[in-house]
T-cell receptor, first 117, second 114 residues
Framework: NAGVTQTPKFQVLKTGQSMTLQCAQDMNHNSMYWYRQDPGMGLRLIYYSASEGTTDKGEVPNGYNVSRLNKREFSLRLESAAPSQTSVYFC????????????????FGQGTRLTVV | QKEVEQDPGPLSVPEGAIVSLNCTYSNSAFQYFMWYRQYSRKGPELLMYTYSSGNKEDGRFTAQVDKSSKYISLFIRDSQPSDSATYLCAMSAGEPGNTGKLIFGQGTTLQVKP
């Protein structure tokens, strides 16, 4: 069972270049998320998608765009990379219970280590 | 000020010690409290999950939530070198139309020395 798969695992970009981080989950989850992790900052939510066809901004959305391609896939795009976007990016998915407002476990991918020079 | 505050450490203890990890938060709407464990160069994995106030025990791990003080804790008994990792607290409000999005603390890096 693959769970949440992210590609690529590592990437080095030059300032101003663009790239797309790919994420796919095989657990049939409705909700998917993109977080970034920086030293001393924990995980911060960039964008999320509560269901196929919907996306919303999180805490730190500036400089990013997302696409929920289908129920399985949620991509994160950097249009013009900046050194401040050097970070480890994590994709996650979960299946919140909409009727009872209960939260459930979020499953994370292995991360993409991005360096912008 | 961040919604969730966690002492980033690092914390170093000898094998067998009792470890206490803590988070404070400011949003009184938080109802779901989680602890994730993250090994080096891996994604976080859920360790403990608690709804509202109270205690929850799972083997050597105990999670406590005190909503009146806006304070949560994770205790590790008889700590092992394999417990060396970063521990992240996470919370959510479970709002109507719950999206499941989580607010994380900064993470505490723990090293258990043999």
């Amino acid at each position: 069972n693959a769970g949440v798969t992210q590609t690529p695992k590592f990437q080095v970009l030059k300032t101003g270049q663009s790239m797309t981080l790919q994420c796919a989950q095989d657990m049939n989850h409705n909700s998917m998320y993109w977080y970034r992790q920086d030293p001393g900052m924990g995980l911060r939510l960039i964008y999320y998608s509560a269901s196929e066809g919907t996306t919303d901004k999180g805490e730190v959305p500036n400089g990013y765009n997302v696409s929920r391609l289908n129920k399985r896939e949620f991509s994160l795009r950097l249009e013009s990379a900046a050194p401040s976007q050097t970070s480890v990016y994590f994709c996650a998915s979960s299946e919140p219970d909409l009727n009872y407002f209960m939260n459930t476990e979020a499953f994370f991918g292995q991360g993409t280590r991005l360096t912008v020079v | 000020q961040k919604e969730v505050e966690q002492d980033p450490g690092p914390l170093s203890v000898p094998e067998g010690a009792i470890v206490s990890l803590n988070c404070t938060y400011s949003n009184s709407a938080f109802q779901y409290f989680m602890w994730y464990r993250q090994y080096s160069r891996k994604g976080p994995e859920l360790l403990m999950y608690t709804y509202s106030s109270g205690n929850k025990e799972d083997g050597r791990f105990t999670a406590q939530v005190d909503k009146s003080s806006k304070y949560i804790s994770l205790f590790i008994r008889d700590s092992q070198p394999s417990d060396s990792a970063t521990y992240l607290c996470a919370m959510s409000a479970g709002e109507p139309g719950n999206t499941g999005k989580l607010i994380f603390g900064q993470g505490t890096t723990l090293q258990v020395k043999p």
